[in-house]
């Protein structure tokens, strides 16, 4: 448990001394994060260590986590919403995930070679893993899974282009035969929104691809019930078959102390508040940081401010008559003041100011295209838009309120841009909409969305058929070689390749890293790693 | 009365359909698919569409709405798309917890608004009159939602007496239920106490012109008899009657407090249906809530009838 | 109005009919309660109006330096979390809250009006356009209003389109009762026999006459539009939310409510008084123009 702990300390504090060497290597990382690094003294205060009571004393209790509605389904290969990770991963897990730092790191498998010069990647699944419904884990399980998962999510879609054949080679065993190399092997079958959870063949025999017959994985916990806008519960799975690892990050042992967790969905951010407040909840899925005075002086309630790990994003059209001008484009970048935005988004002390794509994943930090960032040189962005054909047709900004922090950004925003001669036409919708418009190039200019963690830049998405449409050659180029290289050196710097035609080319703007707010009942500890949606399979209630 | 009320279930069966075609379209009509939100915030367009294709969801409304029509006739309402059960079972599910709602907060209204009707009466042109009206008609004049999060922070918050939400059933603890149910259901039932009050001081002053209050005015009963014994029962039955049809506003103050205080209610779940653009349950909500309102104005109708003999039945109710 | 008082009835009625007439605003106007409101009213209209000349900052400037700074000189009722000036959205909010009121009021009143009057004197209309306002009153408000706003698009057009479209059965079915009633009269029917046309003897005597609880009915509509539209903000489904608007200052401000009461305090009590004048104004209407009413001031209960 301590263990675990300082391991979380340690990619905390890692990433401001990797952003001081660029490059480092992890051993490097390491060293560095050891010698201390008081740069970070804004950062949330640790986790008190855990007080020394024997293991048996934590088991038990009823954890209460109010989310801010109810998942859309139950299905983690289905949807790319951050809130059936939050739920589900207690219940379904993959066959890699990841350590502390951040690396992947086997799950339900036991072991992954890397044969044929990469041309085969040979997994050996754990031995007698149950699933929740008493069958045991066999190849069969986890190759129906993959290729249900492929058939759904674009990142499984991208592996399974370049495998030729899954084979079962044994009861354990899966050779995946590879057309080519794929250096982001592990990365694709770990632990992430819309990732490959492990179902039992028997139950996706009788599912479709949009809704599963049962909720069955392997996980410490079990979904015993799911009364939608009332509570997803889930209950300990006695016989988890347990990591012979220390827990890691979101590897290694998994105690499983709770005797139940209870997902409450509460759709009104007040309402969330008041309970966790009241004493209702144990956690909350998001809190505004505008809260944070309030909850600090509730008693009962353990206030913390997380280390960055997303930003906010301007997606630009780029097949907009108005946005396909790269020079409209830079004039847009050039004229924003990224501080005023993010302080209306988020409040002071929530946000950075940093050029990184891949907040919170520490090695992967780059300062490539810093010229380009954050240039609130209104004056020259003026100048510059006049030198365009820009005629004032109006510019129109999509976001949803159902997101605060993306509706204030928004809002200053455009006051920046009308400032400096752009026509604006704000169109607010309910998220629904605005999920179904930006799929429609004709209808708008930009619209505004959080980027939210990702352990590697090859997770994030920007490919030329992602929202936005950036097509350029040299981009796809990289990203294909981000994907297929295994070696960190030669990756780094392909990813800064890609971070510098980001800022260069313009399809999108990186405002700020968004520092969000943790809120939890004091009593509940060890919630372990948090960007990625906190795990509670190690978490405990103190009396 | 039999032939009248089969009449008018009859009738009903149009109107149904008229509410039930409205939110077919209406809902069709707007932008936004379940795919979309399904997938989630990083879903590529190709997905998206890959999915909708899944779910039948790029069928030309003209082959969706007859394939619904159909299906409802057979009193089959359709599968949810994001609950993953049929759309009356969610339905059902829900019921529960907004009529205890309805019903608790209908309580609610009526002691605090008939005793404020009555006695506005009693010192009628007095200022006591006015005060105990606006009193009265200060929580409609509050928005819902802001004396909702007014009581939470009041009892949930500050006094630490109830909690700030969420649902407790009947059967499963029955303390739990009333305390969890007590604050949606003042807040619910202050927003509406003014119309009993309204309705009762309106209906009494009506039948204070009636000749045998006269006559027990004569007869030396005291005003207290008077006023229960004769007024205020006369009174109570067109003021329950009109009562009866605001059932629909009750309905739509619930769908504001579930929200609020987190009830996993028929309210809640058409508004987040729509939110998620779930198609089939809004539409099965909406001719749910039509059949619950028409039978709600036919027993208000019968209840008339039965009890005026005057009135025939075939003036009343539209 | 003078429309109206050329349509008033000749005949007996003529001579009844200006007294009441003169009645009712003179009863209206006796009620302390009511001319208190229609104060309050009168003032919230003219500060909405004057709204430019007496804001002291733009109500939709962004100043996040400012953000959710308490009550002080230089803000009355502070800012809010985009450091906007509460007050100056307050005044302008009035805007938007009495435009959606009035526009609401008049549209569901004459749609309504025309839609029962109708129905109510042509019998074999009246199943058709009786089922159908049904088929919409039984669809939930709330509900109908939230879709149609989100298929519209959330601007202050769709708002007002919703709302008049919930509250036109209510008028309508109002005004079917007195055409029912009023076209069984006989002075009707002696219209009828001198050949009045139809529309005129609509007008002249139906429409005459319901007039008074269509008022009455107006400012309720009124009230409860205002009211509606802060619900379809905290719902998500209502103007655009740049906007100031009372309904979305509220919605803002409970959010908020532990962290910033200022936020929720001036939209709320602006809200509640308003409807509560609006309320109380028709209520004294009521009283005022109902016949009945003289005869029950000058029968109060015995003490």
New interface residues.
Partial sequence: MVKAHLGNAFNRRRFLGLALTGTAGLALTAVLAACGNDEEASGGAEPAPSNTSAESDRAGGVLKVALTGDPPNLDIHQTTDSIVVLVCSHAYETLFTWDAEYRPVPLLAESHEVLDDGLRHRVVLREDVQFHNGETLTAADAIASIERWSAISGLGEGLMEVVEQLEAVDERTIDFHMIERYGAFRTALSRQLQGCAIYPKSVLDTSSGTELSEYVGTGPYQIVEWLPDRHVRLERFDNYRVVDEPASGYAGAKAAYLDRIDFIPVRNEASRTAGMQAGDYHYVETVSSDQTPVLEDASGVAVETLPADAWVNIVLNLRSPILADHDVRRALQMALDHEEIMLAAVGDGFYELTPELVPGAGAWYSEAGIEFYNQHDPDAARELLASTSYDGAPLRMMVTQEVQQEYNATLTMKQQLENIGFTIDLQVYDGATLSDRRDDDAVWETYTASASFRPDPVMRNLTSSATGWWENDEKDALFAELQTEADFDRRFEVWEQIQYMFYDDVPRLKIGNVRRLLARAAVLEDIGQTEMQPEFSNAWLRE | MTAYIIRRLLLAVPVMLIAGTIAFFLLHLTPGDPAAVMLGPDATPEQVERLQNDLGLNEPLIVQYPRWLANVAQLDLGRSIFLNRPVLDAILERAVPTLQLSLYALIIAIVIGVPAGVMAVLYRGTIFDRLLLILALTGTAIADFFLGMLLILLFAVVLNWLPSGGYVPFTVDPVGHFQAMLLPSLALGISIAGLPARLIRTSMLDVIQEDYVKVAIARGLSPWAVTTRHVLRNALIPAVTVFGYTLGDLLGGAVVVETVFNLPGMGQLVVNSIGRRDFPVIQGVVMVIALLYLVANLLVDVLYVAIDPRIRVDRVGG | MRAEARARPRGWRAAYQPDRRRAWYVHLLRSN?ALFSIAVVFVITVSAICAPLLAPYDPT??D??R??QGPSSAHWMGTD???RDVFSRLLFGARVSLVVGLCVMFASAATGCLLGVIAGYYPRLDGLI???L???????????A???V??L??NLRSVIIALSLVYTPVVA?LM?GMALVIRELPYVEAAQAIGLRDYQILWRYVLANALSPLIVQAAFVA?YAI?AE??LS????SV???TPTW?NM??D????????WWM?LAP?VA???T??AL??VG?AL?DAVDP?SG???R?????
């Fill in positions: 309660v400037f962004i996040p330096a953000r959710l979390d985009l450091g009786m089922r159908t049904d088929g919409v009153m039984a669809f939930p408000g709330v509900l109908l939230i879709a149609v989100i298929s698009g959330a079915r079917r009230a009211l802060a619900s905290f719902l998500g489904a655009n939310p740049e309904g509220l919605r401000g409970q959010r908020l409510l532990s962290r910033a929720a709320g809200l509640f008084v409807v509560l309320t109380l209520d009521r009945r005869e029950r001031r029968d109060a209960l015995p003490k």
